[in-house]
């Protein structure tokens, strides 16, 4: 697999200008209201009583390490993206390329790769996460 990613952003780092104050905004609940998030990010049921792995707008699913994921893809012709998080770790990695490959699923693949390379982070001794509890 050939991979083309010219621009990786692990926006629990990022810097404002970056996008991650909107991100973070996400967990705080001042974007949207705290439910709506949580709604988006829920799997539902069909009135089969089928369960769907797909929120408002988001994927959603386990990692290799049992962590709820959420993420979105995009693509066309000549580009591919994916926004991929994990609520519980706040981490969320943004892959965007300009080119018609890889693959959506291969984007999401190495995404994941990614984030099993990046430690787990102890937000309790982080400056300005002192009472906010991740959700999911």
Request: net charge positive.
């Amino acid at each position: 697999m050939q991979l083309y990613v010219p621009f990786i952003v692990p926006l629990r780092t990022a810097t404002r200008s970056t996008g991650g104050s909107g991100d973070q905004a996400l967990y705080a609940g001042s974007v949207l209201p705290r439910q709506l998030i949580e709604q988006s990010f829920a799997y539902h049921q069909l009135a089969s009583g089928d369960t769907v792995h797909y929120g408002y707008g988001w994927h959603l699913k386990k990692n290799g390490r049992g962590e709820q994921v959420v993420y979105h893809t995009g693509s066309s012709t000549s580009f591919r993206n994916v926004f991929y998080r994990i609520p519980s770790r706040r981490l969320s990695i943004i892959l965007l390329t300009n080119r018609n490959q890889p693959a959506e699923e291969d984007m999401v693949t190495l995404a994941e790769r990614i984030a099993a390379s990046l430690p787990p982070i102890d937000f309790s001794v982080h400056p300005g996460n002192a009472g906010r509890e991740p959700f999911l």
